[in-house]
């Protein structure tokens, strides 16, 4: 049994505040390169979905701004309607007041616009999403202390 057990491991974890994030990958000589990116993957967009919120960024506003725009579908034609709407005074301003001070200013427009190119079906990098799309066995992992519809509490 001593084979089954990991020789290297990717961990991460954090606690700042009320956030607290525990991942860790156990990797075997069978374990997968799409195995660890899908894991790394995980990674990034723990840590994304935080990073702004830290610096001061209010992203709720930025993404009630963003929902506000007319979709213009997907591909290159809405990515360059996205770029154009970022630089109008309007979003601009909506930028600047999501922002605790204005030095946060150039990290607020990096969320908008990931924000908006995404929403374009266009990846801005690796997700768990798109890697589960091409390796079908991926799965992303279910939510703490959900249960499927056929495996409610017994009574």
């Not at 956030?19 to 990674?43: F, N, S």
């Not at 605790?100 to 908008?112: D, I, M």
């Not at 079906?121 to 499927?148: H, I, N, Y």
């Amino acid at each position: 049994m001593a084979e089954d057990r990991p020789d290297e491991f990717i961990d991460f974890s954090a606690k700042y505040k009320e956030w607290v994030a525990i991942k860790r990958l156990g990797i075997t000589p069978q374990t997968k390169p799409e195995e660890i990116a899908y894991h790394l993957a995980g990674i990034r967009a723990t840590i994304d979905s935080k990073m702004f919120r830290v610096l001061g960024i209010d992203v709720d506003a930025i993404d009630a701004r963003i929902k506000q725009i007319p979709k213009a579908g997907k591909g290159a034609s809405a990515v360059s309607q996205a770029l154009a709407e970022i630089e109008k005074p309007e979003f601009k301003r909506a930028l600047a007041e999501s922002c605790s001070s204005q030095a946060l200013l150039p990290f607020a427009k990096t969320y908008a616009l990931n924000k908006m190119i995404n929403e374009t079906g266009t990846e801005t990098s690796l997700s768990q999403l798109a890697l589960s799309k091409v390796f079908k066995e991926l799965k992303p992992p279910k939510a703490p202390g959900r249960l499927s519809k056929g495996l409610g509490p017994k009574a």
